[in-house]
């Protein structure tokens, strides 16, 4: 069973910057495409970023040029956001989302809170 695991959320100022890091474990694959996903209160859940197992990105217009996703660890199944830049508008519950053949996995968010 891939369980996923995302921790770096807090409480940041507007401009400041925080790091979300999302391991995931109980596989021995690479999986396909990692992502963060974020849900607003009172809002749908939307894709932040992505990034496939050959380092293809892919961001949401409200985030370019102030996210970075990036992927790490042995078979790269860790996956880093850095969020520069935050704004209130960011703020919200962050998923980490894996697909592997087919099903989607996720973790069960971590809350990033940025204060004007």
């Known amino acids: 069973q891939v369980q996923l695991v995302e921790s770096g959320g807090g409480l940041v100022q507007t401009g400041g910057s925080l790091r979300l890091s999302c391991a995931a474990s109980?596989?021995?694959?690479?999986?396909?495409?990692m992502g963060w996903y974020r849900q607003a209160p009172g809002k749908q859940r939307e894709l932040v970023a992505s990034?496939?197992?050959?380092?293809?990105?892919?961001y949401a217009d409200s985030v370019k040029g102030r996210f970075t996703i990036s992927r790490g660890g042995g078979i790269k199944n860790t996956v880093y956001l850095q969020m520069n830049s935050l704004n209130t508008e960011d703020t919200g519950l962050y998923y980490c989302?894996?697909?592997?053949?087919?099903?989607?996995?996720w973790g069960q968010g971590t809350l990033v809170t940025v204060s004007s």
């Open positions: 990034v496939t197992v050959g380092d293809i990105t892919n």
């Open positions: 109980g596989i021995v694959f690479s999986l396909n495409t």
């Open positions: 989302n894996a697909g592997l053949f087919g099903i989607n996995y």
